[in-house]
């Protein structure tokens, strides 16, 4: 069973950085993408990075958050990262670890495992 666990939001000025956390379960690592998503008031939830931590690391970004996130993951492989700079008021929006994560180009990216989320919000 897949167990994930954010923290690490909260409130930011514009312009400024944030690192999120996510714990999980042992072997999930090994076993699926990972990733995170986010979900603003009113909008589709939206995955923005995901990480193949078997696959010398490749990662995908969404255009929205490409240059200025960054996912990675500790050596264990037991916690996931999200590193957000030059953070934007629309960054604003509930995040979401996410396992067994599908990044599509230019599509709807999926995951499977879910973690509670946690609120990030930005202000000008």
């Known amino acids: 069973q897949v167990h994930l666990q954010e923290s690490g939001g909260g409130s930011v000025q514009a312009g400024g950085s944030l690192t999120l956390s996510c714990t999980a379960s042992p072997d999930t690592f090994s076993r699926y993408w990972m990733g995170w998503f986010r979900q603003a008031p009113g909008q589709e939830r939206e995955g923005i990075a995901a990480l193949d931590a078997n696959d010398y690391g490749t990662t995908y970004y969404a255009e929205s958050v490409k240059g200025r996130f960054t996912i990675s993951h500790d050596n264990a492989k037991t916690t996931l990262y999200l590193h957000m700079h030059s953070l934007k008021p629309e960054d604003t929006a509930m995040y979401y670890c996410?396992?067994?994560?599908?990044?599509?180009?230019?599509?709807?990216?999926?995951?499977?495992?879910w973690g509670q989320g946690t609120q990030v919000t930005v202000s000008s």
């Open positions: 996410a396992a067994d994560v599908v990044p599509v180009v230019s599509g709807t990216w999926s995951g499977v495992y």
